[in-house]
């Protein structure tokens, strides 16, 4: 049987279809504040620094010590990172296929950079999670997007 796909009338905007509306919205929410927090970080690294040790005494977190030797220049990369992300599901938003490259490219990045910046020897399994589930649900919507 014949796939029904709705063609646009000329001149009528095509309809982002509604998973597409909220994966760009979660991605506007998570990579937004990812992409503040992280700047503000690396700004902020000593005191940042300082805040984490204070916690670290009160509260046996594992992971902690990868984190307070981890460097400015890591925070300051990944929030740049995101900012890409950000990027790609704007264009995505406005149903733009590129978006979904930049998207993908930087959300590989980010799973990569952590392993480059605290010679970590694999990636977190909650960051591929993650990422594969949007790039995934992303690829859905290409479709839809020209």
């Known amino acids: 049987m014949e796939e029904l796909t709705q063609t646009p009338l000329p001149g009528s905007k095509p ?16 990579s937004g504040m990812n992409m503040i927090l992280s700047l503000v970080i690396a700004g902020f690294y000593d005191t940042f620094k300082e ?25 300051l990369v990944s929030g740049l990172l995101y900012a890409g992300s950000l990027g790609g599901a704007f264009l995505m938003f406005q149903l733009k296929k590129t978006g979904f490259h930049v998207y993908t490219i ?41």
Do not use: W
């Open 51 to 75: 805040v984490v040790l204070l916690f670290s005494e009160k509260f046996q977190l594992p992971g902690i010590d990868v984190l307070l030797e981890s460097k400015p220049i890591f925070f």
């Open 106 to 146: 930087f959300q590989i990045l980010l799973i990569l950079a952590p392993m480059y910046f605290m010679h970590l020897s694999g990636p977190g399994i909650l960051d591929l999670i993650f990422s594969g589930i949007f790039i995934l649900l992303y690829s859905a919507n290409l479709k839809s997007m020209h």
């Open 15 to 30: 309809k982002r279809p509604n998973l597409l509306t909220v994966l760009c919205i979660l991605t506007f929410i998570g």
